[in-house]
């Protein structure tokens, strides 16, 4: 749960969201999204959800603002796997917010339409065409397609623009060579789109514990 904590704080924390909004709508909407950050710390998440919509009345004086916040909540409810709730929020988020339009695009896969995935996330990749995971989400949805050729399109897409990307470049070699994306290369970003588990390791108590020299005698 803490990986599924820290997620939607370090996207909240993005500047670029409101890189567009002016100054004193962007503080005001700064101290909401801190609050609301404070209550996602600790799982409370429609408390945090409540004060977030807070946001909604700058609404009327920048554009940008419902799509932001709506992007923001369709996140955190994708998070939670409340899916219903997340689909219509993500697909009305701002079309700067990659994250939400790629999630956006995973539904729709997973639902089994394919046509409008793709279209999903070609307007993901043409908001963040500087951001490497965006590609490397999309051809993994397309190995998942079957659609091999596509995934190897769209990783070379992105080194266009990401240039000397080695995650990129690896995957892109990956399927090449007929084997699995590895997609752990990028961390918690990739986790969380909810496509695979993360990994963790657990430390052994300390009785359980064994040194070398103590075998050797």
Request: proline share 4%; hydrophobic share 40%; glycine share 8%.
């Amino acid at each position: 749960m803490h990986i599924l904590i820290s997620l939607p704080l370090g996207i909240i924390a993005g500047i670029g969201l409101f890189i567009y909004l002016g100054r004193r709508v962007q503080g005001e909407l700064e101290k909401i999204f801190n609050r609301a950050g404070e209550l996602l710390k600790k799982q409370q998440f429609d408390p945090a959800i409540a004060i977030m919509k807070e946001g909604y009345r700058f609404s009327r004086w920048q554009f940008l603002v419902k799509g932001s916040i709506d992007g923001q909540i369709g996140v955190i409810q994708y998070l939670r796997k409340k899916n219903e709730e997340a689909e219509p929020l993500l697909r009305s988020a701002a079309m700067n917010h990659y994250i939400a339009k790629s999630m956006l695009g995973i539904l729709q896969w997973k639902r089994g339409e394919k046509a409008e995935a793709r279209k999903t996330f070609e307007l993901a990749m043409k908001s963040g065409k500087k951001e490497s995971l965006v590609y490397a989400v999309y051809a993994y949805v397309l190995m998942e397609m079957r659609e091999r050729d596509k995934a190897i399109e769209v990783l070379g897409r992105g080194l266009t623009f990401c240039k000397g990307d080695d995650r990129l470049q690896s995957n892109l070699t990956l399927i090449q060579n007929n084997k699995p994306m590895k997609m752990k290369v990028y961390g918690e970003q990739w986790y969380q789109f909810l496509l695979e588990r993360p990994m963790l390791r657990q430390e052994p108590p300390p009785y359980a514990r064994v040194s070398k020299r103590g075998i050797r005698g």
